[in-house]
């Protein structure tokens, strides 16, 4: 069973400072997503990477695939209060099947 | 457009009872998965339904079982509930079983008590 890690657990950050989050396996993956999920509502989709090496950016959120498809980082600039959330990663064992979530980061974005 | 729909909301219900869980896809999607999430953890896959049929599931007893109907919405039914099944259960729709891109539904809170 392919598992993932995700650290830190917890991030307390004050409106404006960079963050970055990552999430790591042992396991070779197809792709990695990336959710942010708010409390009473299920994670939405922020982006797929599906090649070792891939940056991709979305406004102020950078996300990398690292070369080896085993890990991911998701980096915020100048974070908003809006930003609050658990960011969750999410690989497949094969394409677009069998999706292992890791336990989250909960980001707190204070004003 | 409608997203992916969920019902009930919230649900409580005593050990040993059974349970039953509805989505409603986003329009043109074809596929349902169910994920259960419990308090503090990542989603985890329970199965997926295509084509009215169970294609993948994940490591979850038999007490879970599911299905879907030819206009594509699905119901997730859980026997013998135990309190360890207490957990936010998540719907996710896509288009075909090998799709990266999967909506989720807002859950539905079932609490064992």
């Known amino acids: 069973t392919q598992l993932l890690e995700q650290s830190p657990q917890f991030l307390s950050i004050q409106e404006g400072e960079n963050l970055t989050v990552y999430c790591n396996s042992s396991?070779?993956?197809?792709?990695l997503q990336w959710y942010r999920q708010e409390p009473g509502e299920g994670p939405v989709l922020l982006v797929t990477v599906v090649t070792g090496g891939e940056v991709k950016k979305l406004k102020r959120l950078t996300f990398q695939f690292g070369d080896a498809r085993k890990d991911s980082s998701l980096h915020i600039t100048a974070a908003q209060p809006g930003d609050t959330g658990l960011y969750l990663c999410a690989g497949d064992e094969r394409y677009g099947q069998n999706f292992v979530f890791g336990p989250g980061t909960r980001l707190s974005v204070l004003p | 457009d409608a997203g992916v729909t969920q019902s009930p909301t919230h649900l409580i219900k005593t050990r040993g009872q059974q349970v039953t869980l509805r989505c409603s896809p986003k329009s043109g999607h074809d596929t349902v998965s169910w994920y259960q999430q419990a308090l503090g953890q990542g989603p985890q896959f329970i199965f997926q339904y295509y084509e009215e049929e169970e294609r993948q599931r994940g490591n979850f007893p038999d007490r879970f079982s599911g299905h879907q109907f030819p206009n594509y919405s699905s119901e997730l039914n859980v026997n013998a509930l135990l309190l360890g099944d207490s957990a936010l259960y998540l719907c996710?729709?896509?288009?075909?079983?090998?799709?990266?891109?999967?909506?989720f539904g807002p859950g539905t809170r079932l609490t064992v008590t």
């Open positions: 396991s070779v993956f197809s792709s």
């Open positions: 996710a729709s896509s288009f075909g079983t090998a799709s990266y891109e999967q909506y």
